[in-house]
């Protein structure tokens, strides 16, 4: 099977041109391509295919295996790949994913992709739409207890469910230990990333990141997503931020007037190749 590795910002995946190849077991592959040490190493496998309402599918499997909704930074490297290899001319076209149609506008420059624009739809603040197991409409700067201990937390929904959390310092937080505590709380059936973030200014937030089924990544375009319109509702940035990641910055604009997010950032090819499965 030929396959291309690709990363936004340090959060990599395997992706398969499904048109060319067929997976029987995308979730059982994704365990094994995604093994760090025995397989090819990733956050995950992303399969694009042919779409009935748009230029192209796109499948999203975690690292263990499980299925997401929406990824940022793997939309962004699939608009690469396909404008790149020539399946598509255009520089702005649409994709359909399990959260439904994703917009993307290239930034092209001699052949090559460097920058990506994807329009990643409207923010879903309601807790059942989440999902969240909690009698209330919304959760913005709710009391939240994990291993004893009380957070401040926004949830909403990118597509994918996120917790966003405001601690003092992000770069010194014990990510790796709470993370998976909130990730398997049972308010959330169906699991949650969990955004960990300072607002430095209006303007700019530090992030680190627990995603569920991939653990600590090095940045989530969906997070940066979501942190920004947590951000907003709790007056601590404009609309308009610069998000720090460990893998580098992404741009997100919260457009209030249409209510619908913006993410800009880059996207990076890191090799080709071929397994035998």
């Known amino acids: 099977m030929k ?3 690709m990363h936004g910002l340090g959060n990599d995946y395997i992706y398969v041109n499904c048109f060319n190849e067929p997976v029987d077991d995308p979730a059982g592959l994704s365990k094994r391509l995604s093994d760090r040490h025995f397989g090819i190493g990733s956050d995950g496998l992303i399969l694009i295919g042919p779409s ?87 959760v913005i700067d ?3 207890r994990v291993r004893g201990e009380e ?33 398997c709380h049972p308010q959330f059936p169906e699991k949650v990333n969990t955004e960990f973030i300072r607002a430095v200014n209006r303007s700019t937030i530090e992030m680190r990141v627990w995603e569920r089924g991939s653990g600590e990544t090095f940045a989530c375009g969906t997070g940066a997503c979501a942190a920004v319109v947590a951000s907003v509702l709790n007056d601590l940035t404009d609309e308009e931020v610069t998000v720090k990641l460990l893998g580098g910055e992404l741009y997100i604009r919260w457009d209030r007037s249409v209510n619908r997010v913006y993410m800009t950032g880059p996207a990076v090819h890191v090799f080709d190749g071929e397994i035998k499965l």
């Open 52 to 138: 009935k309402c748009a230029e192209f599918r796109m499948e999203i499997y975690n690292a263990d295996g499980s299925r997401a909704g929406m990824c940022g930074n793997g939309i962004r490297c699939l608009g690469k790949y396909v404008y790149e290899n020539g399946m598509t001319q255009k520089t702005r076209f649409d994709v359909e994913t399990r959260s439904g149609l994703r917009s993307l506008k290239l930034e092209e420059e001699n052949g090559e992709v460097n920058k990506v624009c994807v329009d990643m739809g409207t923010p879903r603040l309601n807790a059942h739409c989440i999902p969240m197991m909690i009698d209330k409409a919304l």
């Open 142 to 144: 709710e009391p939240f």
């Open 3 to 5: 396959f291309t590795k």
């Open 151 to 183: 957070y401040r937390v926004t949830c909403l929904s990118m597509g994918n469910p996120h917790a966003v959390v405001c601690v003092k310092d992000v770069w010194n937080f014990p990510v790796g230990e709470v993370g998976p505590d909130f990730e």
